[in-house]
């Protein structure tokens, strides 16, 4: 036998005994480890998904490291992302759209592309399925709206820097229970991190793992008050930054009702550290309380709902965490003001930040307004860091 290849079968008999021969395989789009148990809380399902932190830049490794030693995280967060139609009916104006673009499904991000790249993480509130099911349940037959997309539609999150998607809200279930775990798994093949009231989703930035829990509130507050304390306490204690979001509130309404308030706050007593909220459609003010922020409604982002709705302004929230030495401090905030559509006459499904003050000026006096009667709304709207 050569030397050479002796010595290369020496060195890997020795690594496989160092590693105790353990090996990893794929399950449904996520890498286990064959000889760990699946993370539970209370059997509480994680999902969890390594960040796009680890990448190299022109050759050189890219130390994720500030000068102080910390790590920053700078996260993004937006409304409503609804996409695709309506299978019942025959107009379809999400996908006129596309073919008058085209056919470049990517043609939603074209504005808000670089943004969304140049943070650490994105969510988005993915309100709509990713299937090819025309399936419709008893119990949704009669309502105004459902929505389904093919699941090839998912790259238009993956190929623009949205990395996660809260999938608690009022139209994930369209389709049916098929349907919901066609759109898991399109969103688990494409990489993306998902949670909703029975999954946590865990995305791992910078080394830093971050908890993400999502919650339908619409009449369902009383089942929620305790459970949702417990599952925040018992992400805390496993990860460092804990993300929790609520659909909530009344549609069209620019401000918090009292139920929202109570369990914002809640869930920040509970220990969590940034609440969001949407299912408005409509933008809602800020709170900071005992320094956490509460962003009741984030309005809509990318929004195939109708072709013209009466308010086209809303906002994508972002935030930093520094984190250090297993503590995590909040680094304030900014808001871009957008408008959900490229255009003013009407509804193209391109959310494009604002430039004319006006405009800008028009979602910062609502915000202002609709905050008055908060006691920690906070006092001012940042555009920038």
Known sequence: MPRKLALLLCLCMLFGMWTGGAHAEWDDGLLIEEEEEELLWDDIPVTEIIGKDDHVDSGTEKSIFESDGSVLITLSATGDFTIGGDSRKKADIFNDELVRQGGDINFTMRNMRDILLADDLTIVNFEGTLTDSTYVPSSKKNNQFLFSAPPSYVTMLSDNGIEAAALENNHIMDHGEEAYEDTKRALRDAGIVYSNSTEVGVIEIKGVKIAMLTYLCIDRYESLWDKVPADIRAAKAEYPIVICSFHWGNEKDYSPTNNQIRMGRLAVDSGADLVLGHHSHRMNPIEQYKGVYICYSLGNFCFSGNSKPSDMLSFVFQT????????????????IPIRISS??????????????STAVDSVLTTLRQNGRKLEYAVDTYPLTW
Do not use: A
């Not at 930093?320 to 808001?335: A, L, S």
């Not at 255009?343 to 004319?356: A, G, H, Q, S, V």
């Open 320 to 335: 930093r965490f520094r984190v250090k030495d297993g503590e995590v401090k909040n680094e304030g905030f900014k808001i």
């Open 343 to 356: 255009r003013k006459d009407r509804n193209d499904f391109i959310p494009t930040p604002l430039e004319e």
